[in-house]
DNA sequence: TATTGTTATACTCTATAACTATA
DNA sequence: TATAGTTATAGAGTATAACAATA
C-alpha cells in the first residue's frame, strides 16, 4: 500500500537542490555526466572509449608523435597514457616503434585499420555532439565553447 | 643529450588537436576535470568529497527525505548512494531512520554537526566557484548555466 | 509480486610512486 | 643524474545484478 497523505514526515515531497543549482561544477557535473554517457554508448560498438577514441583521434591528426607529447595534449599522466596505447596497439589501430636516434623514445603512428576505424566513429561522434547540442543556436553554441575553454583556463591558473 | 633538429620524424612538434576540440564533449570533459581537480582540493579539509558533498547538501536541504528521492535527485543509482550515506552517517553528519508506517523505508536527516560542517564547506565551494568563473561576466554565467542545463536534458532525452 | 535499501562486482578515469632502459 | 615510458596501486564515480526485509 502507498501512503500519500503528505502530512507524515517520510510521504512523498518535491526535493529541492536549490543551495546545489547555484553551483557552476554541479551543473556542469550533471550536464557531462549526461553527455559522457551518449558518448560512450556511441562509442560503444566501434570498440573505443573515451580516452581511446581522443588518443587516436590526435594520433591519427599527429603521425610520429611520442607519447609523451600525447599525454600532455590529452591533459592526462603518462602513466595513464600506457594502458590506453596498450589498448589501441592491441587492436592493430596503433604502432608504436622506437625513435632511432633516443632509445627511449618511441614515436606513434594510426595503423590503415586504425584511421578507417577513426573515421568511422568520428561520423557517430559529430552525430551524438549534434544531439547534445541540438537545443542551442549558433550563438549559444559558440557561447559554450568560449566558457569552457575559459574555465579550464581559470581551473589551470588556480591549481598553480 | 636534447636533440632539436626538428628535421626527424620524432623531433619536437606542435600537437593539433583541432578534430578533437571540434567536439564540444571533449571541451566539456577538459573544463569539468579541471574544475572536479579544484573542487577536490575544495573539499578534502573538509572530509567531504563532491558526491558526499552534493548529498550532504540535500539532506540538510529535505530533512526527512528517502534515500530513493535522494538518489533521484543526484540522479545517481541508488546503490551508489549507499556508500555515500555509509561514509556521511560514519562521521555523524547525517543519521538513517526507519519510517514508522513503511518498514522499508528510511528517512535521512543532517545532524547539528553535519549542519555545521555543510555550511562552513559551503563557503568554501562558493569561494572555488568563483574562481572558476571569474573570468565571466554575468551575461556569459547566465548563458552558461542554461546552456548546461539545456545539454543535460538533450542528453537525457537521447537516452530514451 | 513489487518496492526499498543494500551488497557485490566490474568498468572508466584519475593521481602518485617507483621501476627500466636509456641518455 | 636525468628523462621516456612503463608498472603497480589506490581513489572516485558509475552501472548492473541480485539479495533481504517489507509491503
Redesign the pocket.
Known sequence: ??TRTGLFP?AERRVSDLQLREFFGYNM??AF?AV??DL?RTLQPFGL?????SALSIVVENPGL??????DS?????????????DLEQRKWIR?RR?A????????EATGEGREVYEAARSAVRAHDARMVAELDPAQRHALRAALTEIERSAQEAAK
Chains 1, 2 share one sequence.
Open positions: 500500500m502507498m517520510d557535473k550533471r555526466n559522457r554517457s560512450q572509449r573515451m580516452m581511446t577514441y611520442r607519447p609523451s607529447q600525447l599525454a590529452l591533459s592526462i599522466e603518462r602513466a595513464n597514457l600506457a594502458a590506453i596505447l596498450d608504436r625513435s636516434s633516443d632509445g627511449r623514445v618511441r614515436t606513434l
